[in-house]
């Protein structure tokens, strides 16, 4: 019997321009005993058919081709409506889905037989990390939100020393901090902008200031601005002076509820922030965050949430409080957008303010995209495969679904004809349920 036989097609969405799996990940693959296809030109201008040829892969002129014999294939963007028709049951895929967006997508790929692995479903958690294509993606996307950013601003970032004079250093807030966010602080950090953070998350606040970025809170604001409590030594009085006196030393103790003793401080707060903070904390954190957005010169926005709308950061209000020639990069522009005015993929002027939505920010990226993606894919296909040979040095890989682990029951949103992710199925099932109801409103009219 052969091994898993792995199908790598030639992207035709708009605008991505990167690979599944580029000539070094091909050449690991061969190694562990899959067979690679990939169709002539997947590669694009910086990996070419004879660098994948080099590799050990098989060039086919067509996707038709790939489709037609790969037992697994491995996409970045989400099939076409073409794409699927040609895919058959018992096949894999392996590429970005987003299921709950969009689950009609899936039901085709589950009612034609395919078992599906989203990109986006596996769990963030130690174990998984090398699988992890989304933090992956999002270090890119971090990065060039940073770049735009500066590039966009008629301004220097740095603080700059001249013949003409000195220049400020431009400020910065980052909002979100996960993997896009840390690597927007971390470069702008680097340009030489005064770097602020915010997240709701209060892990978040040790890793932002670990970078450079001082973070809004409201508890510092009011530390600062009020002055620390003098020390007052406690001395007992009266009958608990003279029975001190006498060597009964507890009633030389302060009383619990009006002291706080020395190794026994009250740590509630503590444990109210291992736990989140409060939603009185969240509100006074929104209302500086207001007032500090008024001296910001760039705001990145990077909060998403996987399978849903991108939350809403940055009100109307909020960029119309920013000063004439700010800028705002709006990282979730694809998914609805932080910002109340982002247009996905476009630039809007709103009050003297541009507001960037870029869409596909690691494609803008392709050759570092792409390894890093194809690195993520090789661990996967590794965990969710498995080694049947009868020969101890013998290599015959077999897909091996077990859903009992983690990573595979979440990763995979589809199979045997089923949908498998819950999300999907909600959002299905409201998609189709919104269908009816048009439909029966249009009988109605007619």
Known sequence: ????????????????????????????????????????????????????????????????????????????????????????????????????????????????????????????????????????????????????????????????????????????????????????????????????????RPETKEQAQSLGASFIDSDDEKENGEEEDEFVEYKPEGFNKFMASLGFYSFAEPPRDKYIVEGEEDDSEDEEEDEGWSKEKLDEDQKLLRERMKEMDIVITTALVPGRKAPKLVDKDMVESLKPGSVIVDLAAESGGNCELTEPGETVEHSQVKIVGPVNLPSAMPIHASQLLSRNMFNLIKHITENKSEDKEGKQPELALDFEDEIMDKTCIAHDGEIRDESTRKALGEAEGETQAGGSGESEAS
Request: a negative charge; hydrophobic letters at 45%.
């Open 1 to 200: 019997m052969r091994g898993v036989k792995m199908g790598v097609t030639k992207e035709i969405t708009e605008g991505e321009n990167r690979v599944g799996l580029v000539p070094e990940t091909v050449e690991k693959l061969l190694k562990e005993g899959f067979e690679v296809l990939v169709e002539s030109g997947a590669g694009r201008d910086y990996n070419l058919d004879e660098n994948y040829e080099a590799a050990g892969a098989r060039i086919v002129e067509s996707a038709e081709e790939v489709y037609n014999e790969a037992d697994l294939i491995v996409k970045v963007a989400r099939p076409t409506e073409e794409e699927i028709g040609h895919m058959h049951e018992g096949q894999s895929l392996v590429c970005f889905l987003n299921g709950p967006q969009y689950p009609e997508v899936v039901k085709k790929l589950a009612d034609a037989g395919v078992t599906v692995f989203s990109n986006e479903a596996i769990p963030r958690t130690s174990v998984a990390q090398s699988m992890d294509a989304l933090s992956s993606m999002g270090s890119v996307a971090g990065y060039k939100c940073a770049l735009i950013g500066a590039n966009t601003l008629g301004k220097y970032v740095p603080m700059l020393s001249t013949a003409a004079g000195t220049t400020k250093a431009a400020k910065v807030l980052i909002l979100g901090v996960a993997v896009a966010g840390l690597q927007a602080i971390a470069i702008m950090n680097r340009l030489g902008a005064e770097v602020f953070a915010y997240d709701i």
